[in-house]
């Protein structure tokens, strides 16, 4: 019976890890804004690798052609001095930012984070509805 409760106490605590989303990345710097009079947009933050001995993050940037004056997908986001990656898609929660970076030939790590809706705000500036990211600068993106 002991036996039994150990086991039963080891599985509830070995699902409870494995659901666990561990930080892969850690964002700064974050920004990202459409042009007002423009049909471009920027994105643009650091990122360091957590859990490494790096100390300094690579700089990530992009712009792109907006939709509309609203913040748009980006496919191919590329960091200076990197191999990283990263992608940003547009979905009903909001936008996910993704990073990517090849590991192995075989293997690629990647950490994601929802940039939701409440913290991208449209501004409507004289002839010009833009959006913009309004939440914090800084976040994990999580695997």
């Not at 509830?12 to 990202?32: C, E, L, M, N, P």
């Not at 933050?45 to 300094?56: A, I, K």
């Not at 980006?74 to 990656?85: E, N």
């Amino acid at each position: 019976m002991k036996f039994f409760a150990n086991a039963a106490l080891f599985a509830v605590a070995a699902a409870g890890a494995a659901s666990k989303r561990d930080t892969v990345f850690s964002v700064s710097d974050f920004s990202a804004s459409c042009i007002p009079h423009s049909t471009q947009c920027s994105y643009s933050f650091t990122v360091l690798q957590t859990g490494t001995m790096e100390t300094t993050g690579v700089s990530c940037s992009a712009t792109v052609s907006g939709n509309g004056g609203l913040l748009p997908d980006v496919k191919d986001g590329t960091c200076k001095d990197s191999a990283r990656t990263w992608t940003v898609v547009k979905g009903s929660d909001g936008l996910t930012l993704t990073v990517s970076q090849q590991i192995s030939p075989s293997s690629t790590q990647s950490g994601s984070h929802l940039i939701p809706n409440d913290q991208l705000a449209t501004s409507d500036e004289p002839n010009a509805s833009v959006q913009k990211y309004t939440g914090p600068t800084s976040f994990s993106l999580t695997s």
